[in-house]
Each structure stands twice: as C-alpha cells, then as structure tokens.
C-alpha cells in the first residue's frame, strides 16, 4: 500500500509543468520577440526563445547559440503559456507529499 502511494505521487509529481504550449498559425497569428516558442520541424522539436523574424526565416536562441529556421521547413509553432492550474497544481502535490512524509513518520513513531 504504501509503495503504491509513492508511485502515485511521483507519476503525479513528474507530470506537473508550470507551462503549458499554445498551438499558433504562422499566417493568423503575430510572432513576438522575446517569447519562447516550441518549433517542431520534419524529425525534430525543440524549445527556443525568439530573437526577431524575417520575411522568410526566423532568428531564435537555444542555449545562447543563435539559430537561423526557414520559416518553410516549420511543421508546427506552439508559443509557451504560464499556466496557473498547473502550478497550483504542483504546490498542492509537493503539500500533500510533504503531509504525507510527516504523517507517516509521526504514526511510525507513534506506533513503536
């Protein structure tokens, strides 16, 4: 039993994000410097933060490594998000982790 709490909590604790990826149309929606953006192309997807865009490529950062995408081998852009359900989410499983921690040394106290 207290094994499968564990697991609970972990799988539930590694799957919290405080961000979440907004899918955008490159003809619709307006870029932002500054932002950070995730770019998937043909084979690859990465995470990265845009510096300006051109007629035809964007200039982004990765890891202060500048970088140089044509806007046509772009697949999908998602522009990242601060999600607060998700945070909030995050603090109350490192709360209930933190209760159930204490808890279970006081009662093993307790029960000795």
Do not use: H, R, W
């Not at 039993?1 to 994000?17: E, V």
């Amino acid at each position: 039993m207290k094994t499968s709490i564990i697991y609970l909590i972990a799988i539930s604790f590694l799957f919290q994000s405080c961000y979440t990826y907004k899918a955008i149309d490159l003809k619709d929606d307006a870029l932002f410097s500054g932002s950070n953006y995730k770019i998937s192309q043909a084979d690859k997807s990465e995470k990265v933060k845009l510096l300006f865009v051109n007629d035809s490529t964007l200039v982004v950062s990765k890891n202060d490594v500048l970088k140089n995408i044509p806007l046509s081998k772009i697949t999908e852009i998602k522009e990242e998000k601060f999600s607060t359900p998700k945070t909030l989410g995050l603090l109350a499983t490192l709360g209930l982790t933190t209760l159930i921690v204490v808890g279970t040394i006081a009662m093993s106290d307790f029960m000795e």
